[in-house]
RNA sequence: UCCCGAGUAGCGCAGCGGUAGCGCAGGUGACUGUUAAUCACUUGGUCGUUGGUUCGAAUCCAACCUCGGGAGCCA
């Protein structure tokens, strides 16, 4: 018999059919009428199915009543319409089949009330609860939005290495790839020092996990004009925060022929497509989100996707935060970075909706973006949204082969070791610009998930790795 | 990494100087087309670790570890 996952046997029109349904006990309740009630999930929704099972069914003293919360269970049965109150229809079970008990002593799951930190220490189990099950399909339908964008408007999704020889990308700390004995490194002197020999490691050069897919998208962008990267990305940074990790996933279109102004009409077409096709598709998870982890995500994603971004210089940015009356712990002054409480104040009390950000003084940076005619600032953009803050970063790219070699003598970066970069501008140059989405950020912007580790399966984080 | 706050039964928490308690879970029994079912009884803890103050420390102090909130770095 073919299996039927639980949404489907959930639906009124299952009722008559004889299916066969697999999955996970959530709780059991006994009737001495003579009948056990199981709730059934299998994560292909968040509600669960409620399996009757009669006293008269082989294995009913033997197995059935020692059914815990944790059980793993196959259940041939035929769905019939529910005389209860909280469901339409439920599976009157014919066998009952045990694949696996789950000791209650021991089985640290309950059906009440346990902490997101709790179960971080069980990320192997927390996927059976209610949130994350949601989690993980809230990401996936993100996962989905995000790739059907991009590829419906002829994107090609390329793939960036996730190791990488350019120990300089600039974009923070990075974590060292080697295959060399740690206990015994091979060195070499250089100018007095004794230094690590490279050329005996496996590249014969020392790598890294990569910090962001950008140049290689660039590359690919500048043969195929639209393209983006979706991959892992690597930040060695001891940052203890809601919203770091060390692992987390970046999506990162690059378009060729596209200056700053597309580059955010592209950022802020994406991210409405990505928030209603969430809405428009997990509406039972998103219900879950609204009520139990904060009241106004429905809300704010609708008011989103119906609203036009705020958008708004740096310079103009930093004219409201002066004017305003609120108090900031840092002061604001133009060519200074924005504070985390000042781009929250935007987004959160001035506009009440995401903004964008954009023409930032050049001093504050990278050496990549595009100059301004006006010598002082740099065509870069940050979406900034509500509660999260930052989750769109990009620019467009400097495409001038002298302006780009004077802006990397100001970073202090070694212009041999770009030679490819600088190829691109000497080769058919040509306008260009891209972002970076922070996957993550935007699963906790859409689910209101309040910690970053809770968005993501198995979260890496200073001093944690255990899954 | 910095500034706050917290670590007490499997989980959620109370106790804040005199030697440990509640709810849930677990166990036993009762009841029930039940809905995080309900009711009664019951098992369970070197109070994060190490050291100090004290006649006496879960309670006060210090260091460390872990977690949370905020900051920096950024996505």
Not at 61 to 85: F, M, T
Not at 238 to 264: K, V, Y
Not at 282 to 307: H, W
Request: include cysteine; proline fraction near 4%; aromatic fraction near 10%.
């Amino acid at each position: 018999m073919r299996r039927t996952n639980v949404i489907d046997a959930l639906k009124a029109e299952a009722i008559g059919q004889e299916i066969k349904l697999c999955g996970w006990v959530r709780t059991r309740r006994d009737s001495k009428q003579g009948f056990s009630f199981l709730e059934v999930n299998d994560g292909s929704c968040l509600r669960n199915i409620q399996v009757i099972a009669a006293s008269d069914l082989p294995n009913y003293e033997s197995e059935i009543l020692k059914i815990g919360i944790g059980s793993s269970v196959e259940v041939d049965g035929v769905v019939v319409a529910s005389p209860g109150k909280e469901q339409a229809t439920e599976l009157k079970a014919k066998t009952v089949k045990v694949h696996g008990f789950a000791d209650q002593t021991s089985y640290p799951l309950q059906k009440k009330g346990t902490s997101f930190e709790f179960l971080r220490t069980i990320a192997h189990l927390r996927p059976r609860t209610n949130t994350f099950g949601a989690v993980a399909r809230v990401r996936n339908e993100i996962c989905r939005s995000i790739h059907n964008f991009f590829l419906s408007r002829g994107f090609v999704y390329v793939h960036a290495p996730i190791i990488t020889g350019s120990d300089c990308e600039g974009a923070g700390q990075m974590f060292s790839v080697t295959n060399l004995d740690l206990n015994q490194l091979p060195s070499k002197e250089d100018n007095g020092h004794k230094k690590v020999d490279y050329e005996q490691d496996f590249f014969g050069k020392p790598a890294n996990l990569t910090v962001s897919g950008q140049l290689e998208a660039e590359m690919y962008a500048m043969a195929l004009t639209n393209v983006y990267t979706f991959g892992p990305t690597f930040r060695a940074e001891n940052s203890n925060t809601s919203r770091h990790l060390a692992e987390f996933w970046m999506i990162e279109p690059e378009m060729a022929f596209c200056d700053l102004q597309g580059n955010m009409d592209t950022a802020e077409a994406f991210l409405k497509t990505i928030f209603s096709d969430v809405l428009k598709n997990c509406p039972e998870d998103m219900a879950f989100f609204n009520e139990r982890i904060d009241k106004t995500v429905i809300e704010t994603l609708k008011g989103i996707v119906e609203s036009k971004f705020v958008r708004l210089s740096y310079t103009e940015a930093v004219d409201i935060l002066t004017a305003s009356k609120e108090s900031f712990e840092f002061p604001v002054s133009w060519g200074t970075d924005l504070q985390s409480e000042h781009e929250r104040y935007l987004a959160e009390k001035h506009f009440k909706s995401p903004v964008i950000v954009y023409n930032y003084p050049r001093a504050i940076k990278s050496f990549y973006m595009r100059l301004n005619e006006d010598g002082k600032t740099v065509a870069a953009m940050d979406v900034l949204v509500p509660k999260v803050g930052e989750i769109i970063g990009g620019s467009q790219r400097e495409e001038r082969l002298d302006v780009l070699e004077e802006r990397m003598k100001e970073a202090n970066l070694k212009p041999e070791e770009y030679w490819f970069y600088l190829d691109l501008r000497r080769f058919g140059t040509a306008p260009h610009a891209g972002f970076g989405l922070g996957l993550e950020r935007t699963v906790q912007f859409v689910t209101g998930m309040g910690n970053i580790r809770d968005v993501i399966p198995f979260p890496r984080t200073p001093k944690n790795l255990e899954f």
